[in-house]
């Protein structure tokens, strides 16, 4: 075996090409180790430093405002639906709110938004306000499955992991925001769940081509995914794939899948660990009636 020169690196194929010794090959196609060492670094960082960033959001036109169930709160998400209004925002609110303008309102910026609206319109609403706890901001981030707008999520004095802002000072944080002054990026990872059961014999079904079987949920879902045996009194037979990749079969009683931002949720109820929400890792946990095991893997951006 002939020595390797220190001229020149060793080198990875990344993509389909012809052979090396074939006219049509081009010495562009191949990429050096210590340059996709510096690629990888390089993005590393860049995620880093786009978790870090600061925000503006230009011509704000529609507001979304999520409530949650609470008289007092209806009455707080008019008032701020109406901060919008005389600033030219279209404001969008739930139906008990706007029953709260009565018949005789002419405040046409103001209307009504529904999960219809979310799943159909999503990508017109440029601001999400939500009033509540993490559990509100977890329902809004269900209602966008496709972009998920900017999120200023409003605390109403408990304790919360994503609830930053104090709603006393809502004038002050909106009229920031509709100012265009830069504001603190906090990125959350979520997952693209899809559920397939396979026909009562366990074979692959016959009314799909997909060797899984039927598709029976597609979500995602920024905390965690769930699967248990319900009220059978058998485990569960599961296929684990991560981005189509086939990770593991498990026999349990169930099993949690969750990002880092559902990891103090069910998974650690289960035993589960904690990770840092900066971090892009996927968390799967599944328990068997005298043992559980967890796996950790990093998301495929990484």
Not at 63 to 78: A, H, N, Y
Request: aromatic share 6%.
């Amino acid at each position: 075996m002939a020595a390797s020169n220190p001229k020149h690196p060793p080198r990875i194929h990344l993509i389909p090409t012809p052979a090396p010794n074939s006219p049509q090959s081009n010495s562009s196609d191949f990429l050096p180790i210590s340059d996709l060492a510096t690629s990888s670094s390089a993005l590393r960082q860049a995620l880093n430093d786009t978790r870090n960033a600061k925000i503006s959001i230009p011509n704000i036109k529609t507001v979304l405002i999520v409530t949650r169930p609470r008289f007092d709160l209806e009455k707080l998400s008019l008032k701020i639906a109406t901060f919008f209004t005389q600033r030219c925002v279209k404001a969008l609110v739930g139906s008990q709110v706007y029953d709260l303008l009565g018949k005789n309102s002419d405040d046409n910026l103001i209307s009504v938004w529904d999960a219809e609206y979310c799943r159909t319109n999503g990508k017109d609403v440029d601001l999400v306000v939500t009033l509540g706890g993490d559990g509100t901001v977890l329902y809004t981030s269900s209602l966008f499955q496709d972009r998920v707008p900017p999120i200023v999520p409003f605390h109403l004095g408990s304790l919360g992991f994503l609830t930053v802002f104090d709603h006393k000072k809502f004038e002050t944080v909106l009229g920031d925001i509709l100012e265009g002054k830069p504001q603190n990026l906090n990125l959350r990872m979520r997952l693209q769940a899809d559920v397939y059961r396979k026909g009562e014999s366990g074979s692959k079904s016959s009314s799909t081509e997909n060797e899984l079987g039927d598709l029976v949920l597609s979500r995602k879902v920024l905390n965690e995914v769930v699967v248990d045996r319900g009220v059978h009194s058998t485990m569960v037979n599961l296929d684990l794939f991560g981005d189509n990749d086939y990770i593991s079969s498990i026999l349990a009683d169930g099993l949690v899948v969750a990002t880092p931002t559902g990891c103090t949720a069910y998974n650690l109820s289960a035993g589960g660990p904690l990770v840092h929400p900066s971090k892009s890792s996927v968390i799967s946990k599944y328990r068997f009636s005298i043992s559980s095991v967890t796996q950790q893997f990093p998301d495929s951006s990484y």
